[in-house]
């Protein structure tokens, strides 16, 4: 398994940008597919965004396609989330995740590691 500590949370106005960095520790993260979710209060989790081991691909939710991208840099064993036009329904708590199944990731499911997680609030 990897550990994972999110970082890049905070208030930001609408219309505002912020990136969210996710630090992986442990020697297997390149073979992890990562994600991003998000947890608004009262509010079940939810997928926000995936991308493979190496890049290659990635997949949005319908919510933040064209606003938010994920990358990452597996020489630094980071994961990134930039997001830009934030909107107030974005305010939520942002978690990390690593699997090794690419669909698990996407589908939310039987996800092998979990950060703790970075407040988002964008106020209107």
């Known amino acids: 398994q990897v550990q994972l500590v999110e970082s890049g949370g905070g208030l930001v106005q609408a219309g505002g940008s912020l990136r969210l960095s996710c630090a992986a520790s442990?020697?297997?993260?390149?073979?992890?597919?990562m994600g991003w979710f998000r947890q608004a209060p009262g509010k079940e989790r939810a997928f926000v965004a995936v991308?493979?081991?190496?890049?290659?691909?990635?997949d949005y939710a319908d919510s933040v396609k064209g606003r938010f991208t994920i990358s990452r840099d597996n020489a630094r064993n980071m994961v990134y989330l930039q997001m830009n036009n934030l909107k107030p329904e974005d305010t939520a708590a942002y978690y990390c995740a690593a699997d090794r199944t690419y669909i698990d990731v996407k589908n939310m499911r039987a996800i092998d590691s979990w950060g703790q997680g970075t407040q988002v609030t964008v106020s209107a």
């Open positions: 442990g020697r297997s993260f390149s073979s992890y597919h």
């Open positions: 991308i493979s081991w190496s890049g290659s691909a990635t």
